[in-house]
């Protein structure tokens, strides 16, 4: 059974950083891609970034580029997002997901993927 729990949300100001993790729990790591999706207030959810657990390729939305950066520790089993220079577009639920057999190389949608978190709730006020 997969499993995928995140934590790390809250309230900030813009120009602050947050950080957010995923604990996951899935049948064969290496079969899989970690993955964050955000769903800001009112709208669908959208792809933000990616990073391989094999090869730790990592693929990142345009919006968010230069200031996020995903990272994994494979024994801990942990999925990390640093987000540095937050804006109050980037308020949103923020999921952790897994998607089996993706090499990081484009851009997922929400459909394309098998397994979610219950997501993390940021909000960043200007």
């Known amino acids: 059974q997969e499993q995928l729990v995140e934590s790390g949300g809250g309230l900030v100001q813009a120009g602050d950083s947050l950080a957010l993790s995923c604990v996951a729990s899935?049948?064969?790591?290496?079969?899989?891609?970690m993955v964050w999706f955000r769903q800001p207030p009112g709208e669908e959810r959208v792809f933000v970034a990616a990073?391989?657990?094999?090869?730790?390729?990592?693929i990142y939305n345009e919006s968010v580029k230069g200031r996020f950066l995903v990272s994994k520790d494979r024994e801990k089993k942990i999925f990390w997002m640093d987000m540095n220079d937050l804006k109050p577009e980037d308020t949103g639920v923020y999921y952790c997901?897994?998607?089996?057999?993706?090499?990081?190389?484009?851009?997922?949608?929400?459909?394309?993927?098998?397994?979610w978190g219950q997501g993390t709730q940021v909000i960043v006020s200007s």
């Open positions: 990073q391989t657990w094999a090869s730790g390729k990592t």
């Open positions: 997901a897994a998607k089996k057999f993706y090499g990081a190389t484009y851009i997922l949608t929400p459909a394309e993927v098998e397994n």
């Open positions: 899935l049948s064969n790591f290496d079969d899989y891609s």
